[in-house]
């Protein structure tokens, strides 16, 4: 007769990263994401040829003219666990084709807007409610697919947003050029339904395997969370272990009605976190990381949006300040691609990486209001594109470090909703301080500083890393004991029974 422990125990099941063979179809995934991210980001980063026109048909501010940016940038974070929770529920393939519908339908609403509060709803809110249901379930694939190779992966995939920024620049300000603003982004629109392909690119995972306590060594070969082995007081505990744990220290004898509410119990919560893993708020390091997110997002999307009009502030001619997008997306795909495979390697530790990158970054956009000619914006553009791609590269790497690839999908949801703050605020903020000192350099100045500030975060998460590392290895024998304890109440329960 099966034991109740073992029978709760089997219901705890994961799909493995270990069913990905990093080979294979994983190809169609990545290339599934590579055009996701090119479609999605790389729509928002060549949207600052739209910019300048959408200022001067409607006689507006900065500050109002980049809530629309801000807006989608915002619904992408906050619907992103929302996505996460559908991708469970449903599929992946059919929230991401439902996701380019939405945004799709978004942008061509919007080629009819009359005034700049229609922009707000729909190339605002509509297409980043649909960049979200695209984008997330996508990178949670990309994630599953791929082990070994995951940094270099997600370079791979973030690199669309380069290569799809360098060639959508020009051709947008062609499109405006010839067909008006409304007229490029109804074509926008009908592009963005390539987004549906990417969706029925996404076939699920087959391979399932159910949880069972493992050493550390072992939780550490199947890219397990080392939360699993870290001190139970913290709440970093994977389900199966805590089940474990907590079923050693209960009565073996206890009256089977308690058993049977303690199974009830864990199977409600397994169905719960099936869906939303709410108990990653309680992960100290994962809300560290979030911070970093935050003070991140308010430097990360500003700059992209103000480059052009910037260098036309300049005196710099439209395709000349085109093409400053154009080339920091060239050298945005050798950063993502080169220090992805950097991470690869493991020379150092990935928060170290991104840390380092983080701190040039902002360092970058702090020296850019002393760019006036073309050639100096050029420099800068690619020295910003090189630094931004090095450290885009990596992000979602270390997230899936922090808290183990079988909860990415849900901690990619909380990370963005939680980043959705600084994403929301990052432009109209940068384009408070345009308005008020009527230069748009400023802009880069707010963005730099708030990158500084993201380094802080890393720095202590990498602190948090060390001590966990030893705190984890001064408990390992005595976890090897507690797993050990485990077996023989479990053998000694099946004897009984």
């Known amino acids: ?93 059919s929230v991401v084709i439902a996701g380019g519908l939405i945004c799709s339908g978004g942008v061509v609403l919007g080629a009819f807007a009359r005034n700049l509060a229609d922009l707000y709803l729909t190339v605002g809110f509509l297409n980043g409610f649909g960049y979200a249901l695209t984008w997330t379930p996508t990178v949670t694939m990309l994630g599953l697919y791929f082990e070994k190779r995951r940094p270099v992966a997600n370079a791979l995939a973030s690199s669309g947003e380069c290569i799809f920024t360098f060639v959508l620049t020009p051709l947008l300000q062609l499109l405006i050029d010839i067909f008006s603003w409304r007229g490029a982004l109804l074509i926008l629109g009908g592009l963005q339904l390539n987004l549906c392909v990417c969706g029925a690119l996404l076939r699920p995972m087959e391979a399932t395997r159910d949880v069972t306590p493992v050493s550390k060594s072992k939780a550490e070969e199947e890219g397990l969370s080392l939360e699993v082995i870290s001190k139970e007081g913290e709440g970093q505990n994977e389900m199966a272990d805590q089940l474990t744990i907590n079923a050693c220290d209960e009565d073996i004898e206890e009256k089977p009605n308690l058993t049977n509410r303690r199974t009830k119990g864990a199977e409600l919560r397994t169905k719960i976190l099936h869906y939303v893993d709410y108990t990653l708020i309680t992960n100290a390091r994962f809300m560290v990381y979030s911070m970093f997110g935050v003070f991140a997002a308010l430097g990360f999307f500003a700059p992209g949006l103000f480059l052009v009009p910037y260098a036309r502030s300049k005196g710099i001619e439209e395709y000349q300040a085109a093409a400053l997008m154009s080339i920091s997306a060239v050298l945005d795909l050798f950063g993502r691609v080169f220090f992805g495979w950097v991470a690869n390697q493991k020379l150092v530790e990935t928060v170290q990486q991104l840390t380092a990158t983080v701190i ?69 903020i940068a384009g408070f301080f345009i308005d008020k000192m009527r230069d748009y350099g400023t802009g880069f100045l707010m963005a730099g500083v708030a990158l500084i500030v993201s380094a802080l975060f890393l720095l202590l998460l990498h602190q948090m890393n060390r001590k966990m590392r030893g705190a984890a290895a001064n408990n390992q024998p005595e976890h090897r004991d507690k ?11 099946e004897d009984m029974t």
Not at 3 to 24: M, Y
Not at 40 to 57: P, R
Not at 360 to 384: N, R
């Open 1 to 93: 007769m099966e034991s109740p422990v073992k029978a709760q125990r089997r219901r705890v099941a994961v799909t493995p990263p270990s069913a990905a063979p990093d080979s294979g179809y994983a190809w169609f995934i990545l290339l599934s994401c590579f055009l996701v991210f090119g479609l999605t980001f790389g729509v928002i980063k060549a949207f600052g040829v739209f910019y300048v026109e959408i200022h001067q048909y409607f006689e507006t501010t900065a500050t109002g003219t980049s809530w629309i940016t801000s807006i989608a940038v915002a619904t992408i974070h906050i619907v992103a666990p929302v996505a996460s929770a559908l991708s469970a529920g449903y599929s992946h393939r």
């Open 360 to 428: 040039l970054l902002g360092t970058v956009l702090l020296l850019c209001p002393l760019a006036s000619s073309f050639p100096e914006l050029a420099a800068f553009s690619a020295a910003y594109g090189l630094v931004y791609g090095a450290t885009v590269s990596i992000h979602i790497t270390v997230l899936a470090e922090v808290v183990g690839v079988q909860r990415l999908g849900s901690a990619l949801g909380f990370f963005m909703l939680i980043r959705s703050s600084g994403g929301l605020l990052g432009p109209p």
């Open 483 to 493: 797993m050990q304890q485990c077996e023989k109440a479990e053998e000694k329960e």
